[in-house]
């Protein structure tokens, strides 16, 4: 795909050419209207002094086999989340706390996706296949040299892990004692094993996986440890048909004690927002019990270690790099032990979803919270008579320095 080429579908880029004094930008939201992250958004818009977004539901898209757009609309896509029926059409399950249905899931999602038309897209179709696929997102950031964790199963050619036994003949082969076993399609942590064996051969996993009697699974708001390989092996025997990803168990830094990592947002190709996540568990999520921590102590961590907060960022900024036709993406950053390396251990496409938090300094959006950042990413994008959508491949800022009260459903991309 040329930079001159429209996304898929085809339409999707007959956006305005005339400034936004002459054409006022108007903003649709594909949806779930109920939903926080519709409101948050809507909010921003109004703020800017913009009429409301219109809202397309998420269950209007999917019985209808897609939706329509006005050349002039900047066209939003949201997290399907959250909602019992929208998940009950992409997944056909009745119970939305259930972790199983995640490959159908994808499937029902990315096509969806390709049958909006029209409007200006500030989320690409292709870009989205790859960051809602572990395996292909880790192949393509290896690919641009952006830090990953190693992992078996990066990329299309990988062998399927078809269940636990694979899983133990890659610790063996790739000599992994610690691993995570992730959903390929998952994401909020949903479906993640973190998976230790001991020198005597012993194994362990920690997972917000609830296995019940009848070998149903169920995510849940509390974490679990499962000692027995029995377990285990049941959990990922039912998780493998829809898709697993491998990853090394990377050593994370610390923060008062606490396990840590950041969620770092990255608007039209600028880290603008980050949160540090703290746990005494592999998992920091903040819906699993992971804490904010603070982010002035990590920056005097990296400089203790040696590094520069401003590389920090771009690490993440080149890993948001890898999808330009998409606005903004919240990337997970691993830092090893001492502060000194990172790794990006995932992309997320709707991973924006952090309330009242506001920019950093010297990223542009100081003050605003991160739904407002894209809103004025776009304004500024709309005023060069650029249609307001995201940056194309060539033209990319690069800064200098860069039922069970304890189940849930599958809030996609929360931190």
Known sequence: MTQDQPALPAPARTGPTTPAAVSPVRFAVVGNPENRRVTLFADGVRAAGLPAPR?????????????????????????????????????????????????????????????????????????????????????????????????????????????????????????????????????????????????????????????????????????????????????????????????????????????????????????THAVVRTSTSPLTNLHLGGRRGDLDAVRDAVRAGGGRWADVLAVCERAAACFPRTLCVGVDLLPAVGWHRFAVGEVNAFGDLLPRLTGLPDSGAEGLDTYAAQITAVLRRSRTGNGGGPRRPGHRHHPQHPHDPHRTGTPHASA
């Not at 992730?182 to 012993?202: D, I």
């Not at 679990?224 to 390989?229: A, C, G, L, V």
């Open 55 to 271: 809202v397309v539901p998420w269950t209007e898209v999917l019985r209808a086999g897609g939706a329509d757009f006005a050349p002039g609309e900047i066209v939003r896509l949201d997290s399907p989340g959250e909602n019992p029926e929208v998940d009950r059409l992409l997944r056909d399950t009745p119970d939305p706390t259930r972790v199983e249905g995640s490959g159908r899931w994808y499937a029902r999602f990315t096509r969806a996706v390709r049958r909006l038309r029209g409007g200006v897209r500030l989320d690409d179709a292709d870009d989205l296949a790859v960051l809602f696929d572990k395996r292909r997102c880790h192949a393509v950031l290896a690919a641009a040299d952006v830090p990953v964790p190693p992992s078996p199963t990066s990329g299309g050619a990988a062998a399927p892990v078809r269940g636990w036994d694979d899983v133990r003949a890659a610790m063996r082969e790739h000599q992994m004692p610690r691993l995570f076993v992730k959903l390929a399609h998952g994401s909020s942590a949903s479906g993640v094993l973190a998976v230790e064996a001991s020198a005597a051969g012993r194994i362990r996993a920690t997972t917000s996986v609830e296995l019940a009697p009848d070998g149903a699974l169920f995510n849940s708001l509390r974490l679990r440890r499962y000692e027995h390989e029995r377990d285990i092996a049941a959990i990922v025997d039912t998780l493998a048909p829809d898709g697993l990803h491998l990853e090394r168990w990377l050593p994370k830094a610390s923060l008062g004690g606490r396990a840590a990592d950041l969620r770092i947002v990255v608007v039209d190709g600028r880290a």
